[in-house]
């Protein structure tokens, strides 16, 4: 791997320091011990609310700000302070949302709005949704919720391939200026401002952190990925990422289920060893 002086990483979650059973190894929090020891930043990143990073972070003990909704929000640590927010367009995302509730029932529609984790009803995709995250939704009356035009930083899709499938097409169909909508798992759906990006986030950390951007590394294993491992200094991919993410990456380090990140911080640290001998 590329021996660039690393002096931020920002890794995203699932399907990247997550295995396929959803744990950190051990192995992966001891390397982070070590990383954490030599002052190189590691900030999570991931299209999940920041409540559902929360506790990922404090398992791998790092005191860092949280880069959630694929980087609509980024809050810090502790004092969980704003420090940049993208909402969605209301009337684009209210028109989305409606759409979704008239015409495709069996696609479970989560909005996200800061802390907040809404749904207008509570069905299997809802609930497994809650296992994986650790978290409870908030269950709504949808039309009152809409009624106060909240800032809502995304829109979660989730449902079976064909349902979601047509959902994507009747979005695609809309006219929308300022939202974006993409897959960041084979069934789920998000709609975004259209200007969130991973790599809009990596830039707002690497300027909270005042690093410049060629001394930053990213890792990560999706398409919603493929922007941070273009804009950092070093982009690796995953050995299970997509195949974007391995066309735009640096490095292709191991799947999830070898601790491909532990072997990856364990070369920033050789190369941060070799430097200063």
């Known amino acids: 791997m590329n021996r660039t002086d690393i002096q931020l990483i920002v890794s ?10 959803h744990q950190v190894t051990q192995e992966l929090k ?21 409540l559902a990073m929360a506790h990922i972070r404090d398992e791998l003990g790092l005191e860092t ?8 929000y980024i809050s810090e640590y502790q004092t969980e302070k704003e420090l940049f927010s993208l909402p969605v367009d209301f009337t684009e995302a209210n028109k ?15 909005i996200y709005a ?37 800032a809502i930083h995304k829109v979660l899709f989730i449902g079976d391939q064909e349902p979601l499938e047509q959902l994507e097409r009747s979005i695609g169909n809309l006219v929308l200026l300022e939202s974006a909508q993409y897959r960041s798992k084979e069934n789920y759906l998000e709609f975004t ?3 969130v990006s991973k790599a809009l986030a990596l830039e707002q950390v690497a ?11 990213a890792i990560g294993d999706h398409d919603n990925d493929v922007s941070m491992i273009g804009a950092a200094g070093v982009g690796v991919a995953m050995g299970n ?18 601790n491909g990140v532990a072997v990856v911080l364990k070369q920033v640290l050789q190369g941060k060893q070799e430097r200063s001998e």
């Not at 410049?212 to 590394?217: P, V």
Request: hydrophobic share 40%; glycine share 4%; proline share 6%.
């Open 12 to 21: 995203d979650i699932d399907g990247t320091i997550l295995n396929s059973e």
């Open 207 to 217: 300027a909270y952190y005042q690093v410049d951007l060629a001394h930053t590394l």
């Open 30 to 50: 001891g390397t982070l011990e070590a990383v954490t020891k030599v002052s190189i930043p590691f900030v999570l990143t991931s299209a999940r609310s920041p």
């Open 96 to 110: 989305v949302i409606q759409l979704a509730n008239r015409r495709y029932p069996e696609v479970a529609i989560n």
């Open 193 to 195: 401002h259209k200007k």
């Open 114 to 150: 800061g802390n907040r984790w809404l749904v207008p009803k509570r069905n299997p995709w809802v609930q497994l949704e809650e296992e994986i995250t650790q978290m409870k939704a908030e269950e709504v009356e949808l039309h009152r919720f809409l009624a106060e035009e909240p």
């Open 65 to 72: 700000p949280l880069v959630a909704y694929n980087g609509a």
């Open 241 to 258: 990422a997509s195949e974007a993410a391995r066309k735009k990456a640096d490095f292709i380090t191991a799947d999830n289920n070898h």
